[in-house]
């Protein structure tokens, strides 16, 4: 009967541990799920979360990172899109502003630049831009490029040149708009 009981118990002991480890793998997910909502909520309380409401949109964020993307983030050059002519990167990556910034302060960063990477250093204008290209310095001591006295940023969701998902995201992220559609575009 000792013997009996030892395989009983070591079953049950196996069922409780497999149990266990099922109560952890579902915890995971919770934590992993969890973790990609407070991301997608990033940058002054849930633009990314308004994009996708606002565009119906389930893309994933693009990979690319600031310290990635190279010195073609600051070449900054213009292209046609359903907005007009906009602001884009040496990608052809439209370029945003956020409202919560100042003329000299950035206040995107940490989730927030992941979601809305910045565009790093000394900005090169191309040919057309009727504004000034200039430089603010970010909490993190990196250089981002402005223009009109506004920092500069992609969207991670505009996983194409000639993209603008981050257009009004929360009302507060707007393409930057060299010149406007004609009316009736679209």
Do not use: N
Request: proline share 5%; net charge positive; charged share 20%.
């Amino acid at each position: 009967m000792g013997e009996m009981t030892g395989e009983t118990t070591g079953e049950q002991g196996s069922r409780r541990t497999g149990g266990r480890r099922g109560a952890a793998r579902a915890g995971l997910g919770l934590v992993v799920s969890v973790g990609a909502a407070l991301l997608l909520a990033a940058c002054g309380g849930g633009e990314a979360g308004g994009d996708e409401a606002k565009t119906g949109s389930s893309a994933k964020p693009s990979a690319t990172a600031p310290s990635e993307a190279g010195k073609q983030d600051a070449k900054l050059a213009t292209r046609t899109t359903k907005l007009g002519k906009v602001l884009t990167d040496g990608r052809g990556h439209t370029l945003y502003t956020f409202d919560k910034d100042t003329a000299k302060t950035s206040a995107c960063t940490g989730k927030c630049a992941a979601l809305w990477p910045p565009v790093t250093g000394t900005p090169q204008a191309g040919a057309g831009l009727p504004k000034d290209a200039g430089t603010l310095e970010r909490p993190d001591g990196a250089t981002q490029a402005t223009y009109d006295g506004h920092a500069l940023y992609r969207f991670a969701k505009d996983t194409a040149p000639g993209k603008t998902a981050g257009d009004g995201v929360k009302g507060v992220w707007h393409a930057v708009v060299i010149e406007p559609a004609a009316d009736g575009a679209s």
